[in-house]
């Protein structure tokens, strides 16, 4: 009679696990311990993973995913509705492209500021980066040492309320010239605000000085396109090969191929304007006619290559720039509409700066009800509306406080802050499409909301190293503007004339086009305006 089989483990297998259960044992309790504790957070991390789901969002159809549900134009209103039907954080996927919308502050702080570090890098645009070449400026980097670098550089330049004081004459200045400009030609109001925030960020970057009206500035215009080819390469969804990268080696010659051309004629364009700026700044070195300027500074101490420098400078031009204009345009618009609001900055001025001289930097800490006003300006128009999208490095489980279900959001994905929807919150700010400067001032019955700085400027190790010359920028010319001139709605047959509301589309959103009377205030101001 046979005996039943026994399995045994090959003879081969036995001094493994003599080893195996040898170092076990060898073992003491804490790395014991430890290794138990990594093993049930893997086990409890995987369990997760299976179990998590997408952020809520529409259902999509085959292949296209929500390609229906994308919107084209005015992104931000779009993320609003999705976010009041799906809540504070939802989910697009469009061709296997995972979009995360983010409609609350909370969630944008939980992501991009706390756990920065899988939440820093950029959105991979094909058109705008590899085939434009704007991934070498610092927007669209990916995180790393490089960006690393250029953000150190600009915290020492701008990073600082003492940093930024530097430049306070050199805004005092470009400040000064815009209200004469204003003075003589109030009808190309948009135009001087535009030329200002550029002459402004050029000085800073390379001391470049425009020339003189009606000189033609070929520097500034290669800039102003730049900057208009950026706007449009990284709207959401401009071009197909954003949308289905493989595009990018489709063949020119073939239907579709066309944004190869344009890709070929925009890059050649940008990387003409990046390597002109360093240019005119070795030239001015050279011949020892240099202003002081960021790339200056920095070519003198040849402490870092040509490359990282000159698009470093151009980031500071491009960057602040754009933004600055669009947020002036919006306070004159604010100021057409609300006329009770400049006349309290006003009397406010007229009370703690006088009627003899111009405001200036040192005077803001007693102008409480100018800094709201400004402080509304950033708040009522987002010059950046949904940001840059930031992107996943590796698959996160979030768990959203008191919300048992945890949401995945995969590796890849895209991060939308929708920022005019955290600043037109009504949960958050009171009347949301009013603009009342009144709100950022705390009474015996109220507190303060929320100052919109928190918002504004992005989030996480991507938050703008600009924001405080950008504030100072647009404090300084929002006091002054108040000081000397009116605005006001046009008439037309003896009837106010109502503006448009709203903004346009693009990465950098103006407000919609609109027109204003702007006077001064009287003779003493008109003498302020033409003085020194």
Known sequence: ????????????????????????????????????SAGLVSWHYIRAKKAARLPPGPRGLPLVGNVLDAPTEQHWLKFAELGDVWG???????????????????????????????????????????????????????????????RKLFHQLFGTQAATAQFALLLSEEIHNLLR?????????????RRTTAGITLRIAYGYHLRERPERDPLLEMYETAGQNFSQLTA????????????????EWLPGGGFKATARKWSKQ???????????VKNQMAGGAAETSFMSTLLEEKSHEDYLIKWAAVSIQEGGSDTSAAQIEAFFLAMSLYPEVQRKAQEELDRVVGTDRLPDLSDR????????????????????????????????????????EPLLIPKNSLIMTNIWKMTHDPERYADPM????DRFIATETKEAELDPAQICFGYGRRICPGKLLGDTAVFMACSAILSVFNVSKPQENGVLLEPQLGQASGTVSHPLPFKCVVEPRDARALGLIRGG
């Not at 959401?236 to 063949?251: E, H, Q, T």
């Not at 300006?377 to 919300?403: C, K």
């Not at 009013?434 to 400067?437: E, L, W």
């Open 1 to 36: 009679m046979r005996e039943p089989r026994v399995d045994t483990l090959p003879s081969s297998a036995l001094p493994w696990l003599q080893v195996s259960f040898q170092s076990l044992a060898s073992l003491d309790w804490g790395t014991f311990l430890t290794l138990a």
């Open 88 to 150: 504070e954080i939802s989910s697009l996927t469009v061709f296997g492209q995972t979009m995360i919308i983010v409609n609350s502050v909370k969630v944008a702080e939980d992501l991009l500021d706390v756990r920065g570090a899988n939440f820093s890098d950029r959105a991979v645009i094909p058109m705008a980066g590899e085939l434009c070449g704007f991934n070498n400026a610092l927007i669209l980097s990916q995180y790393g040492d490089r960006v690393r670098k250029e």
């Open 181 to 193: 400009n204003i003075a003589k030609n109030p009808s190309e109001l948009i135009e001087e605000i």
């Open 236 to 251: 959401p969804g401009a071009f197909l090969v954003d949308i289905m990268p493989f595009l990018r080696y489709w063949p």
């Open 270 to 280: 940008l990387h003409g304007t990046v390597d002109a700026g360093l240019e005119y």
């Open 365 to 404: 800490p007693q102008l409480p009800y100018v800094n709201a006003l400004c402080k509304e300006v950033f708040r009522w128009h987002v010059a950046s509306p949904i940001g840059i999208p930031h992107r996943t490095r590796e698959d996160y489980i979030y768990h959203r406080e008191g919300d048992m």
């Open 434 to 437: 009013v603009f009342n400067p």
